[in-house]
Every structure is written in structure tokens, then in C-alpha cells.
């Protein structure tokens, strides 16, 4: 069964530093993988995604990721932190084949300091 | 603009009472999802559907039971409410390509329905 880990369940960063989430996975064969980003009171919103190709994914707001297979992780980053940025941010994966739906990790909490 | 949308935003119920939870999408995605979200556990999934009267369950089915009459809708029904299924409820869907799950697509969600049960 695959499974997710997103290290630290808050992460606070000063505006203007660099954002830097953790995801790793647990899967035989490498997977599709996704960040997605939750603002106060509402729902998931597709940050980017990682299927096939570039492993350097370059998503919405000046996110990226990197697709590391021989580290089972696709952490995310951000050169530059901004405080519209703060929200909660969950790492999923999705087999290549079969009928199982995202497993999504816990997902951490990320604050910006003024 | 793709939409999911869930009934209400905030509900309060009784315990024992029978509540229902409604999600409709417009982009006729043959998939949909129930989650709940709890502080500390992430997203666990209740139920799924890939298709009309079809149902599965997920992780967590305990409680609920689903109901998927039309391809647009995916109800959520808790039949008697307890303290402990008070919770955000957030529904999702994605299209189908192939046989069942389109794995490399985007699930798209609902803005959640804050539920607390009392």
C-alpha cells in the first residue's frame, strides 16, 4: 500500500525567505505525485503535479517541486516567501495503474512572519 | 469555471439525527469523493463512486453510507449523528479515463461543509 509523510505538521518562515516543505513517499514502483494548497475556509486547489517527463515540476504561484526517486521524495519550494502564502499544504500520491484513489498525507501548516 | 459545490457551508445537528450532505459538480466527472478533514489526520476517505449507483468504500466508511442517483450528485448520509463525526466534510471529483480512475488527473474539491454535531 502506498503511503505519504509530510515532515513537521507547522512550518513558520519569515517573508521573503525560502519555503521549503517535505514529502516522501512510501510506493514499489514510482508514482504519480501532487501538492495541493488550502486556504482558511476553503477547499483543496491543485498546486502542481508530477506524472511523467521533467522531474523539476513547476506549479502556480511560484511553487515548484522536485521528483527525487532514489530519495522517495517530491518536496516542495519557494524562493521567496509571501504572507498570502500562509495556508495548509498537503502532499498526495496516486499509483500508475490500479483503481486506488490519491492517499494524501497529513498535510503541514505553513505561517509567514511579517 | 469548473465547480464543485456542497450544500451548506456550516451545519449543526443533534446527536441521533439523520443529516445529509450534498455535492454537485458541473464538469461531468464520472468520479466523486467524500473526505473528512481532522486537525493532526489529514484527509481520510469515507466513500467513492465511479459511476451512478455505484459506491466503494474507503478508509473510513464506519457511520456513513452514500447515495449517487444522477451523474453530477454524490450524497453523504450520517443516519444517526454522534459528537464524534463532527468534522469538515469536503467532496471531489475527477473524470474517468480507461477503465476506472484517471491517475494522473486533478481531483477537484468543494469548499468543504464545517459539520458539528452536539
Known amino acids: 500500500a502506498q503511503s505519504v509523510t509530510q515532515l513537521g505538521s507547522h512550518v513558520s518562515v519569515s517573508e521573503g525567505a525560502l519555503v521549503l516543505l517535505r514529502c516522501n513517499y512510501s510506493?514499489?514502483?514510482?508514482?504519480?505525485l501532487f501538492w495541493y494548497v488550502q486556504y482558511p475556509n476553503q477547499g483543496l486547489q491543485l498546486l502542481l503535479k508530477y506524472t511523467t517527463g521533467a522531474t523539476l515540476v513547476k506549479g502556480i504561484n511560484g511553487f515548484e517541486a522536485e521528483f527525487k526517486k532514489s530519495e522517495t521524495s517530491f518536496h516542495l519550494t519557494k524562493p521567496s516567501a509571501h504572507m498570502s502564502d500562509a495556508a495548509e499544504y498537503f502532499c498526495a500520491v496516486s499509483p500508475i495503474s490500479g483503481n486506488t484513489p490519491l492517499v494524501f498525507g497529513k498535510g503541514t501548516r505553513l505561517s509567514v512572519i511579517a | 469555471d469548473v465547480k464543485v459545490t456542497q450544500s451548506s457551508r456550516y451545519l449543526v445537528k443533534r446527536t441521533g439525527e439523520k443529516v445529509f450532505l450534498e455535492c454537485v459538480q458541473d464538469?461531468?466527472?464520472?468520479?466523486m469523493f467524500w473526505y473528512r478533514q481532522d486537525p493532526g489526520l489529514g484527509l481520510r476517505l469515507i466513500y467513492f463512486s465511479y459511476d451512478v449507483k455505484m459506491k466503494e468504500k474507503g478508509d473510513i466508511p464506519e457511520g456513513y453510507s452514500v447515495s449517487r442517483e444522477k451523474k453530477e450528485r454524490f450524497s453523504l448520509i450520517l443516519e444517526s449523528a454522534s459528537t464524534n463525526q463532527t468534522s469538515m466534510y469536503l467532496c471531489?471529483?475527477?473524470?474517468?479515463?480507461?477503465?476506472?480512475?484517471?491517475?494522473?488527473?486533478?481531483?477537484?474539491f468543494g469548499p468543504g461543509t464545517r459539520l458539528t454535531v452536539t
Open positions: 471531489a471529483s475527477t473524470r474517468r479515463q480507461g477503465w476506472f480512475m484517471s491517475l494522473g488527473d486533478e481531483q477537484y
Open positions: 464538469m461531468d466527472h464520472e468520479n
Open positions: 510506493s514499489s514502483v514510482p508514482p504519480y
